[in-house]
Nanobody, 121 residues
Framework: QVQLVESGGGLVQAGGSLRLSCAAS????????MAWYRQAPGKQRELVAT???????NYADSVKGRFTISRDNAKNTVYLQMNSLKPEDTAVYYC???????????????WGQGTQVTVSS
């Protein structure tokens, strides 16, 4: 059983910064690509940023230049540094991972429980 546990959300004023963390634990052969998604009230979940096992990154246009995704493979942890936050960044942020399980079974359907980020104007 693989679990993803997020932390670091909270309330911040516009222009401020937050750093989200997502730690993966459990029995697995390899932690592959990881990503952050977000879902604002009344909206669909959207992709924010992705990072491969080799640390190649990709970002949604709305966060380019403000957010940075990174990972520590030794700690099985992915981070999202969010700077210059705007009220429209307010959402529940979810961590996602693709995992190669023991037995070399690939599964890309692991999600964290979500962490609330609220940006006040």
């Amino acid at each position: 059983q693989v679990q993803l546990v997020e932390s670091g959300g909270g309330l911040v004023q516009a222009g401020g910064s937050l750093r989200l963390s997502c730690a993966a634990s459990g029995s697995m052969f390899r932690l592959n690509a990881m990503a952050w998604y977000r879902q604002a009230p009344g909206k669909q979940r959207e992709l924010v940023a992705t990072i491969t096992s080799g640390s190649s990154t990709n970002y949604a246009d709305s966060v380019k230049g403000r957010f940075t995704i990174s990972r520590d493979n030794a700690k099985n942890t992915v981070y999202l540094q969010m700077n210059s936050l705007k009220p429209e960044d307010t959402a529940v942020y979810y961590c996602h991972a693709a995992v190669t399980l023991l037995g070399l079974i690939y599964d890309d359907n692991y999600w964290g429980q979500g962490t609330q980020v609220t940006v006040s104007s």
